[in-house]
């Protein structure tokens, strides 16, 4: 998982597919994003500021390549970014969304290793919760309805795993 840039004040971090990179695992990108949150309110109480943050999670297919001068950068293009940015402006405060292609990847992902969906819950290294709202709203009331993002997304949440 690497940055690719930052946009405002979101940061756009992703995974490739094999030949680029050697494992391709949604799962982990999830937990990514759940590492994120922790780590801004763990630094939130340590500098008693009320900071978080919000992430949205996405599988799917972007193009990239170099753009700008004199100052050249990567940048990423596509349906998918579109989906990125309402998943991340409608996320709950400190929170993970993920879209529902994100959630079958993941779902396969375990499948492929021989873990069942139910052991994956039961592990509770985390868990995908439906979002049960009628739409997706920004903080600046801004509507989306989930077609906007190819369906029903989840919440995310991470527990300790039991040993």
């Known amino acids: 998982i690497y940055k690719v840039e930052t946009v405002a004040d979101a940061y756009i971090a992703g995974q490739a597919e094999p030949p ?4 391709n695992s949604p799962l982990a990108v999830v937990l990514f994003g759940l590492e994120m949150v922790k780590a801004t ?10 900071v978080s943050c919000r ?9 990239g390549g170099i753009v700008g001068m004199p100052m050249e950068r990567y940048h990423l293009f596509g349906p998918m970014m579109s989906i990125l940015e309402v998943l991340e402006s409608t996320a709950p405060k400190g929170n993970v969304q993920v879209s529902s292609a ?4 993941v779902d396969q992902e375990l499948k492929a290793c021989g873990r069942r969906e139910d052991a ?13 709202a009628d739409e997706l709203i ?3 009331g801004q509507a989306h309805d989930y077609g906007t993002v190819g369906g029903r997304t989840y919440i995310a949440r991470s527990y300790a795993k039991s040993r």
Do not use: M, Y
């Not at 992430?55 to 193009?63: A, L, Y």
């Not at 994100?102 to 990847?105: D, F, L, M, V």
């Not at 994956?120 to 049960?132: C, M, N, T």
């Open 20 to 23: 680029l990179t050697q494992e």
């Open 102 to 105: 994100c959630r079958g990847a």
């Open 120 to 132: 994956w819950d039961r592990d509770q290294i985390a868990v995908f919760e439906l979002r049960e």
């Open 138 to 140: 920004c903080p600046d």
């Open 55 to 63: 992430v949205g999670v996405h599988t799917g297919f972007v193009v």
């Open 41 to 50: 309110h763990k630094l939130s109480r340590k500098k008693r500021e009320n």
